[in-house]
């Protein structure tokens, strides 16, 4: 019954609404004792030749009233206690959600989108049937068979409760027993859920691949091997489970064979009457529901126990990333000052940017080239605070960027990352994801910058075309082109293309970066790429060697050096040569 204590800060949230149903609960458990009653009297009358026909109608609109009242007073219950887990599981869902929109990227790393959707579904689910189904079966069974109990007690006959309590404590101990074994098979159970809906995600997501290398039949294995583990593991619950009503039901009738033996006895020494023998087992009847509520119970509350402390867990993991109180909430803008000594990836003792320092004025353009892994979009990073607990500083506009809040910071910033991620919606939506409500014009400028207009018009929804999940419908560099309209459209302090232009023809590149330029004067556009002619226009170029800065200059600069930029340069202008067929412009 552990889970309950979790829940309470829920419970005291909605008192009001548990307080009503759980009352209305007690009165129809206490209105459940009037048709045995009656029927007990019936019986009595006609055994002594009194039941009249106004006496019948009295026992026959005592037993209508009641059941009028408890079809009302249950619909009040449910609505009571059921409204209110719909809640808990609502606000369980905002709360996980929020939480994950506040993880850093350390944190996804770690962790599969199958299972934190599974956390966010099944999880939720068998939390709200806690506070829902939980509460109910555990307040209406106690308050049932309490009321049950005494009013066999009181108004038949102790001895004989007692006799038919007998075999109680063996239920007890035997429900003990099944709970613990169905928490951790449930844990188990879950878990593997968890691994079969990421399986599930992740092969839906990569079909292309899967199909292209012919990994259909090795997929659908892989699968069918999940499946069976949590069909497996399912199975291994509900083993446990399935022992609750055959231990529960020997149980009861262990209790009718020792009520009617004992009662029969004490009717044939009129210690009882035989009104008082049949409402005596009505009542023991009524005592069925308590006794199977209990393991149904813990089935119940073993389940959500599970699922709340998986959920838990889940949310125990602090944000990486954290704002100082008081921190300024006016997006920056001027000048950016990158001052690092070392930085490393939490977790990862590799060095992954060291003495790296430079400063961008206001209006210009930085052009960050290196080979693969040099440190290029950890630059990236670190500038929007995806990461935090470097040695060094970074400022911008005179504060340095912990001193913003995340929001103004982060308004301030346009990004375009490597991977092009786009959303099962128009392109339209896509490119005016940040301001919905902009109007179609500026969309199409933004369009246009990015060299994707004509692309747009050729597609037969034009800006209304849906695009599929991730932009499946489209090239790779028409999703690039893209996610660059969307972040122009933002028009931001700070452009970040981060090898944003990779999937674009040299022709293409040259119109999109000139159009920048004449876009974008007085604001600071920052560019990685392994393309010189993306990044050679720039005000200023750093070369990164395994995360140190190597080189800083112009391009004219770089090549006077003849160093890594300099043979970098000459290579892919051989290799355009190469591509042109030998022939210079």
Do not use: C
């Not at 552990?2 to 009001?16: A, D, I, N, S």
């Not at 009302?72 to 929020?98: H, N, P």
Request: without cysteine; glycine residues 8%; proline residues 2%.
């Amino acid at each position: 019954m552990r889970v309950f204590g979790y829940l309470m800060w829920f419970f005291k949230q909605e008192k009001k609404a548990y307080l009503i149903g759980i009352a209305v609960l007690l009165v129809v458990a206490a209105l459940q004792l009037v048709p045995p009653w009656l029927i007990g009297g019936v019986v009595d009358a006609i055994d002594t030749d009194t039941l009249t026909g106004s006496s019948l109608a009295q026992f026959m609109g005592v037993l209508l009233a009641s059941g009028v009242a408890m079809y009302v007073l249950r619909y009040i219950w449910r609505i009571m206690i059921f409204g209110s887990s719909v809640k808990l599981a609502r606000q369980m869902r905002a709360r996980l959600y929020e939480h994950f929109t506040r993880m850093s990227p350390q944190f996804y790393q770690k962790r599969r989108v199958g299972d934190l959707m599974a956390h966010a579904t099944n999880d939720l689910s068998a939390i709200q049937q806690t506070a829902g189904v939980g509460v109910l079966t555990l307040v209406d069974s106690l308050a049932t068979g309490l009321f049950v109990v005494i009013t066999m007690a009181v108004l038949i006959d102790w001895q004989l409760t007692l006799i038919a309590l007998i075999p109680m404590p063996i239920m007890a101990l035997s429900s003990n027993y099944y709970g613990t074994l169905l928490h951790k098979r449930f844990g188990a159970a879950q878990e593997a859920f968890s691994d079969l809906n990421d399986k599930s995600q992740e092969s839906i997501s990569g079909i292309k691949v899967i199909k292209t290398f012919g990994q259909e039949k090795e997929d659908i294995a892989s699968f069918r091997d999940l499946s069976a583990d949590v069909v497996k593991k399912n199975v291994a619950v509900a083993r446990i489970d399935s022992l609750f009503d055959p231990t529960i039901s020997l149980i009861v009738g262990a209790s009718f064979f020792l009520s009617i033996f004992f009662g029969a006895r004490m009717v044939i020494a009129d210690d009882l009457t035989i009104g008082q023998m049949i409402s005596f087992t009505t009542y023991l009847g009524l005592l069925v529901w308590p006794m199977l509520a209990v393991g149904w119970l813990f089935n119940i509350v073993e389940r959500g126990r599970a699922s709340y402390e998986r959920v838990e867990q889940l949310l125990s993991h602090s944000v990486d990333i954290r704002e100082k109180t008081g921190a300024l909430e006016t997006p920056p803008s001027g000048d950016i000052i990158f001052a690092i000594k070392r930085f490393s990836f939490p977790g990862d003792e590799a060095v992954s940017l060291e003495n790296v320092s430079f400063t961008i004025k206001r209006g210009d353009t930085l052009g960050v080239i290196g080979r693969t892994g040099a440190g290029k979009t950890t630059i990236l990073k670190l500038l929007m605070r995806e990461f935090d607990g470097y040695d060094g500083r970074v400022e911008f506009g005179g504060h340095s960027i912990d001193d913003y809040s995340l929001k103004a910071l982060r308004k301030s910033i346009g990004y375009v990352p490597q991977d092009h991620f786009l959303f099962s919606a128009s392109i339209r939506e896509n490119i005016a994801f940040t301001d919905p409500t902009i109007s179609q014009e500026k969309v199409e400028e933004a369009a246009r910058i990015a060299q994707v207009h004509e692309d747009i018009l050729g597609f037969t929804e034009g800006y209304k075309t849906i695009v599929g999940e991730r932009g499946v419908s489209l090239s790779g560099g028409q999703k690039q082109r893209i996610s660059i309209a969307r972040a122009i459209l933002m028009d931001p302090e700070v452009l970040l293309l981060d090898d944003s232009l990779s999937a674009v023809d040299a022709k293409t590149e040259e119109a999109i970066l000139s159009t920048l330029k004449e876009t974008r004067e007085g604001k600071t556009t920052i560019i990685t790429s392994h393309r010189l002619s993306a990044i050679q226009h720039a005000q200023q170029i750093i070369v990164l060697d395994n995360g140190e800065l190597v080189e800083l200059g112009t391009h004219e600069e770089l090549m006077e050096k003849q160093g890594w930029y300099y043979e970098m340069y000459v290579r892919q202008q051989l290799e355009e040569l190469v591509e042109q067929g030998g022939q210079t412009k």
